[in-house]
């Protein structure tokens, strides 16, 4: 006769245990010096309504590594508690007819049993209810700590905001390529909120050091994309209204370069300097924007898009009008929100450049040699210097020239009827137009070749040129990259 072993009956064996484990207080952590320490941490629960197979799918690995640690001998301390503050939560009451607080502690109740059912080992000592007063009295009192010294500020910021549920969604609440709220399917939208910072940039040189800290290179290269710590100059733009426009650029050499501005659509000044001739266009764009998330903005290889706002911007360093546009490119969290697009130094800023037509103008050489500004030999004027092109976009061999600016000459660096853009190794014609090929002579002796496509709006009127001498062509086409000296800052290598 064959034994088998006795059955496993969990409502039996399970609730016997862990009444066991209980009274012995197994998993309470007391301190204990003679041990090493390790805190453990599990994503504390929303009481929004019932636990699901997901909480413990998520809940498990925590509770393993705990056990683990502390069967080697760790002194372990492993907290659970709730994450219960929200606006979900006043909603759900609101729909129930029932108090906020009523509504939560009820679903906190029966969240512990279900939780305790589990068999974890967490310490229920040390439980945390984050809509308890005597827990977020403590939260209150490091607030007011850190805005006593000026590490936190409020600014306007742009917000997933579900207008049916009146609340503002995390990332993860946002579904599907339609961006609909998760809870009520309505589609959600941008909304600029006043919302509070913490002053992280006070401590990056700390958070970036990771000496003594076992993380993964991977782990490292987030926590530094994260942090985004940068060093430049802050410069500010005033617009024909005299609204300043702050932008943070790591390059201000290339101010001299800068030839027009991009401002984010969610950007606060954009309303005020659209013109009445672009509103429609501009209210649109924006529209459509905002509904993007950043990543799909940001995006690399997509099509440039943007909308010329009608307004200026003065240079700083030259006095020249430059065009203010916006597009998806820019992102009000990031930076001031607005940047001097510098497009012959600047990848996104010249695509962008060559898509709308506008001002290409090159203020560094390039130390080594590596020409990314080329035309095809015989198209250039006299007073021009070329030399045989070491292009990365060139096959050599095939005559293609350097341009390079002479300081005695006057006018325009291209002659000809047909020029050619050269692009990733490919010779392209026929869709751009030069409209104005100029040497800035201003005492800075630099290159502008200011192209635009046939019948698009934006680039600079002629009667906003700071060139004082200026020669135009009628070649159809200028190439990806020019290059030129500039007086002021020689030797400076180009960051692209």
Known sequence: ???HPPRYTPEQIEQRWQERWERDGLYRAKVDRARPKFYALTMLPYPSGDLHIGHWYAMTPSDARARYLRMRGYNVMYPIGFDAFGLPAENAAIQRGIHPKQWTYSNIANMRKQLRSMGAMWDWDREAVSCDPEYYRWTQWIFTQLFKHGLA???????DWCPNC????AREQVWGDDRHC???????IKKNLNQWYFRITKYADELLNFEGIDWPERVRTLQTNWIGRSAGAQVTFLSA???????FTTRPDTLWGATFMVLAPEHPLVAKLTTPAQKAAVDAYVAEVTRRTDIEREATGKDKTGVFIGAFATNPVNGAPIPIWIADYVLVTYGTGAIMAVPAHDERDFEFALKFGLSILPVIDRPDGLTKSCAPAGTMQAGFAGRPARCKYCIRGTGWRAVLHHPAA?????????????RAGQVE??????????????GQRQLELRVRRAGHPGALPATGCACPQQAHTDGDAVGRRFLSRCALSPGVRCTD
């Open 1 to 3: 006769m064959t034994n």
């Open 153 to 159: 500020y409020k600014k306007l910021s742009p917000v």
């Open 166 to 169: 009146n609340t503002t969604l």
């Open 182 to 188: 998760e809870r009520c399917k309505t589609p959600v």
């Open 241 to 247: 209204q005299a609204d300043p426009i702050e932008v």
């Open 410 to 422: 006057v006018g325009g660096a291209l002659r000809g009827d047909r020029a050619a853009l050269c």
């Open 429 to 442: 014609r026929g869709n751009w137009h030069a409209l104005g090929v100029h040497l800035w002579a201003a």
